[in-house]
């Protein structure tokens, strides 16, 4: 299974807008609006934060929110806090994950 | 309180076995699919294997069919992940999750780690 593609890294001061892309095929991201992100903190186990492409399980900011269009899904973290510094994963229906995406807070 | 507890891992040599385990404590573990999640060290995610309610359908990434077994006790609460013939690349931290539906997973153990080298 190929893994789904992500931006190795991306970055932003605090308070800006980030947003992670996340590209798959029309198999598995594009086919079905069964797209979720997870936050990983180093050392820590993964953190649901998006689900069903853009909702937002109970207790997370809606600082984060999610889009899809075609085969590509997003990520949008705005008004960006020094804790949102984490690794993000996409996966999609059928169990394909993202390669991963470290986003630092300058 | 929600929660996933995992334990078994350990260090082993190439073509070993183990047990990993999950208990799980908070919610209905009989309703919900379960599945396990490794990461390697400094790697991605990658799905490992799956399975149903009542453990009759059980599904694999293929790099592991023939080697792991999944399986399950309800009225123990408990999730396993048995692991054979054991290989470098299957060193790994092993996750324990609740899947609610087309693999949202979202509840997460804290990690087993299994390292295999000789």
């Known amino acids: 299974q190929s893994a789904l593609t992500q931006p190795r890294s991306v970055s932003g001061s605090p308070g800006q807008s980030v947003a992670i892309s996340c590209i798959g095929t029309s198999s598995d991201v594009g086919g079905y609006d069964y797209v979720s992100w997870y936050q990983q903190h180093p050392g820590k186990a993964p953190k649901l934060i998006i689900y069903e492409v853009n909702k937002r399980p109970s207790g997370v900011p809606d600082r984060f929110s999610g889009s899809k269009s075609g085969n590509t899904a997003s990520l949008t973290i705005s008004g960006l806090r020094a804790d949102d510094e984490a690794d993000y994963y996409c996966g999609s229906y059928a169990g394909k994950f993202g390669s991963g995406t470290k986003v630092t807070v300058l | 309180e929600v929660q996933l507890v995992e334990s078994g891992g350990g260090l082993v040599q190439p073509g070993g076995s183990l047990r990993l385990s999950c208990v799980a404590s908070g919610f209905t573990f009989s309703s919900y699919w379960m599945t396990w999640v490794r990461q390697g060290p400094g790697k991605g995610l990658e799905w490992v294997a799956n399975i149903n309610l009542d453990g009759s359908e059980k599904n694999y990434v293929d790099s592991v069919k023939g080697r792991f077994t999944i399986s399950r006790d309800n009225a123990k609460n408990s999730l396993f992940l048995q692991v054979n013939s054991l290989r470098d690349e299957d060193t790994a931290i092993y996750y324990c999750?609740?899947?609610?539906?087309?693999?949202?997973?979202?509840?997460w153990g804290q990690g087993t780690m299994v390292t295999v080298s000789s």
């Open positions: 999750t609740r899947d609610v539906g087309y693999t949202t997973l979202d509840i």
